[in-house]
């Protein structure tokens, strides 16, 4: 994280026209132990670049409705793809190009979040907000909350629950309490003075 920040801090305001330059620059300029999943996005105006290594995702909503969504990147149940110092990304990073048009709004996040809700209540939640009159970032934190709570519940329906059910976990009801960081973003029209 540090890295990605340094690296876009060293662009000076020039825009980074692929996501994948910092990643490589990241893990390659990683200096401590351990893994991580790692999500990169970049929106140039018209196209949402996405390069992405692990169970972090994000979803496109349209109209109200899921346009689009990343698929989480595990080896098997709960086990998510992780990238680590030495590791080569070019062999683990899923790569997206999305066109994108005004009133489109982007959730990018962390597994906390798509663990715990279906993308039908994410673009529920979303529509509603921005109905009532909410910014991207109160929306964001109504997002987390709500994944939270779920996440605490020993008896909701969600997608871990159902992935757990799936995997032989038989009987496994209620969320997965996990870290959650949401960013809700809208896609608006380029004001120029």
Same mark, same amino acid.
């Given at each position: 994280?540090d890295?990605?920040?340094?690296i876009?801090?060293?662009?000076?305001?020039?825009?980074?026209?692929?996501?994948?330059?910092?990643?490589?620059?990241?893990?390659?300029?990683?200096?401590?132990?351990?893994?991580?999943?790692?999500?990169?996005?970049?929106?140039?105006?018209q196209?949402?670049?996405?390069?992405n290594?692990?169970?972090?995702?994000?979803?496109?909503?349209?109209?109200?409705?899921?346009?689009?969504?990343?698929?989480?990147?595990?080896?098997?149940f709960?086990?998510?793809v992780?990238i680590?110092?030495? $590791?080569?990304p070019s062999?683990?990073?899923?790569?997206?190009?999305i *066109?994108?048009?005004?009133? /489109? #709004?982007? +959730?990018t996040?962390t597994?906390?979040?798509?663990?715990?809700?279906?993308?039908?209540e994410?673009?529920s939640?979303?529509?509603k907000?921005?109905?009532?009159?909410f910014?991207p970032?109160d929306t964001?934190?109504?997002?987390?909350k709500?994944?939270?709570?779920?996440g605490?519940?020993?008896?909701s329906?969600?997608?871990?629950? $159902?992935?757990?059910q799936?995997a032989?976990?038989?009987?496994?009801? *209620?969320?997965?309490l996990? /870290? #959650?960081? +949401?960013?809700?973003?809208?896609?608006?029209?380029?004001?120029?003075?």
């Amino acid at each position: 994280m540090d890295n990605c920040a340094r690296i876009m801090a060293d662009c000076k305001g020039t825009p980074v026209k692929e996501p994948d330059e910092v990643l490589f620059r990241s893990v390659a300029e990683t200096q401590s132990h351990g893994s991580s999943t790692i999500l990169v996005a970049y929106f140039d105006g018209q196209t949402f670049h996405v390069a992405n290594i692990g169970d972090s995702g994000f979803i496109i909503i349209r109209g109200g409705a899921v346009f689009q969504q990343s698929s989480p990147m595990v080896h098997e149940f709960n086990f998510p793809v992780h990238i680590e110092r030495g $590791d080569d990304p070019s062999k683990l990073i899923e790569r997206y190009r999305i *066109g994108l048009d005004e009133g /489109d #709004v982007i +959730v990018t996040a962390t597994d906390g979040l798509f663990d715990n809700l279906y993308q039908q209540e994410i673009a529920s939640i979303v529509s509603k907000s921005f109905e009532a009159g909410f910014k991207p970032q109160d929306t964001a934190r109504i997002l987390a909350k709500r994944a939270q709570e779920v996440g605490r519940s020993s008896s909701s329906g969600c997608p871990f629950a $159902d992935a757990a059910q799936t995997a032989g976990y038989v009987g496994y009801a *209620g969320g997965k309490l996990d /870290d #959650v960081v +949401v960013i809700v973003s809208l896609v608006q029209k380029k004001y120029i003075s």
